[in-house]
């Protein structure tokens, strides 16, 4: 089996048990690096042992929250015990609700900053202090949106949580510099997932009277290329920023949704 040219590198991967998350670890393990799974899901187990039967390194899952700071102690601390570095983190774990604003709860709105901002943080802390200890630098790569670009009706928390996500990673860009660790965010558009038969159904409930199927197929027809966005088209440009090729790239957010928003 190819090595890969992630061979010897080692990549932390949250909400990774399905869809983007489960894409992106798959595409960093086919490239020969050692990956930890991350999510708040069991199934993360079943999805990293499967990965690792056909991986040329290492595939671990394991479960934890990312909103609880013990939970991401201690999966970082199992990278560490386990190969003694880290050398990319990529921060996925996500989550939305969609309602108007009377009938968007505080419990709702607290859940996504949490997951969505409050993570990024938790795990972007305890990545950069391996990288700091070990001292061969690092990339650290944000999961921020469209809706970090434009906030988008009935989701004020979800635009706020992604917003911040921004703010997060040009902040951080600038602290972890002087170590070699870059930080970056990247905005996908519209790509296949759980997360996507959601936004149709209730979007397409709060817009009109739309069929399943029928706003996400409206939403992508004005997309300049004319296609949704796929696992794999995220994974290209992760492990893009990933590689020595961009090392002179941080504090950047960079689009992956075929034009969709174009700054």
């Known amino acids: ?10 990549v932390a991967v949250t909400g990774a048990a399905r869809g983007i ?5 798959t595409r960093f393990a086919d490239e020969g690096a050692a990956v930890l799974m991350i999510d708040a899901d069991p199934a993360v187990e079943d999805a990293a042992t499967q990965l690792d039967a056909t991986s040329p390194a290492t595939v671990l899952g ?3 929250d990312v909103t609880d700071e013990t939970a991401v102690t201690a999966a970082f601390a199992l990278a560490e015990r386990t190969w003694n570095r880290l050398d990319v983190l990529v921060n996925n774990a996500g989550v939305i609700t969609i309602s108007r604003l009377e009938d968007l709860t505080l419990a709702d709105w607290q859940k996504v900053l949490a997951v969505n901002t409050t993570g990024t943080f938790l795990c972007a802390r305890a990545a950069a202090a391996i990288m700091r200890r070990h001292g061969h630098g690092g990339r650290i790569l944000n999961a921020a949106s469209g809706q970090a ?4 009706v ?16 040009q902040s951080l860009a600038k602290e972890l510099a002087p170590d070699r660790i870059t930080v970056n965010a990247y905005c996908p558009g519209i790509v296949g997932s759980d997360m996507w038969d ?11 009277d739309y069929q399943p199927g029928e706003l996400m197929a409206e939403w992508v027809a004005g997309i300049p290329l004319g296609r949704a966005g796929t696992h794999d088209d995220i994974a290209h440009l992760l492990l893009f920023l990933a590689s020595p090729e961009a090392g002179y790239i941080t504090g950047q957010t960079i689009n992956v949704d075929g034009g969709m928003f174009m700054n």
Not at 21 to 25: D, E, V, Y
Not at 198 to 208: A, F, I, K, T, V
């Open 149 to 152: 670009r434009q906030g988008f």
């Open 1 to 10: 089996m190819n090595a890969g040219r992630y061979a010897g590198r080692t």
């Open 198 to 208: 959601y936004n149709d159904r209730e979007w397409g409930r709060l817009l009109g």
């Open 21 to 25: 998350g489960r894409g992106i670890a």
């Open 62 to 64: 394991v479960q934890a």
């Open 154 to 169: 009935y989701t004020p928390h979800y635009a706020a949580s992604k917003f911040g996500v921004v703010g997060l990673t």
